[in-house]
């Protein structure tokens, strides 16, 4: 165990020190951010004093070294815009995106896994078909699409949900503001916990009817029933608990990518969370904010396949860690 984690560790400094490369070489690309931070009457004197006081003169490797001390320390810069600390803003919005997306991987957990299973032992049913074909256009759907639609229905047409908004919040003793304590902060959650939910829902519906289809035919299935046991049993703890692990495999990566799809979810319901916010600093050239939200986004990354790992072990203890004694 000490082993994996030290490696796990190594791992991850390797692969946050390639992203905040790749995301600090791309700053120059983004415009010049003086534009957003003086406007057009500044003098040109008074422009390269600024660039000059903010660093933006020095060459690349100048500039990286320094970000990376900071780093270190914790300070990821300070945002043009918002004259705080780029760290402490992306905090701010972190509940209302860890709370989108978990409102999704509930959705999608909630009804891919029984719809998966279901499809698998009724293959030839009437209700398989129909989910599966269902599953086929859901995928076909581009998310901003899926949520422009679940507006339109729901929000405008039909007027039974919020469409806009985070609704009512409550702020923790810690400082974290959720929503879901709040009545209204539920119901401005679920269309565009739905809307997420369809990037992952048709996928994960077809793998598990993949894997429980595989699992079905394997030998020590066959065993299983031949001893006597239940159907249910067969089915549900030795058939279904073996489909787990490709399952956990991808919705490990895909519960991070969740993240990274936000920023269409969040745009169009106007959800103020992370993913807003990035578009809100691209379209300012904030570029402390751009790379400070790089970085916590592939953190989340490297935690979140560290966790599956972990998990690995508690549905098959026959998956040794790496590193870990046989």
Known sequence: MLAFLIRRALQAVIVMFVISLIGFSIQDNLGDPLRELVGQSVSEEERDALREELGLNDPFMVQYVRFLGNA???????????????????????????????????????????????????????????????SIVGISIPVFLTAIMLVWIFGVELNWLPAFGRGDTVELPWGWETGLLTVDGWAHLILPSIALSSIMLPLFIRLIRAEMMETMATDYVRFARAKGLSTRRVRYVHAFRNTLLPVVTVGGLMIGTLIAYTILTETVFQWPGMGFLFLEAVNRVDTPLIIAYIIVVGLIFVVVNTIVDFIYTLINPTVKLPGAKS
């Open 72 to 134: 270190v320390q914790g300070d990821l810069g300070t945002s043009y815009f918002f004259k705080r600390p780029a760290l402490d803003v992306i905090m701010d919005k972190f509940p209302a995106t860890f709370e989108l997306v978990l409102g999704a991987v509930f959705i999608f957990l909630s009804v891919s896994i029984p719809a998966g299973i279901y499809c698998a032992i009724n293959r030839d049913s009437f209700f398989a078909r129909v989910i599966m074909t269902g």
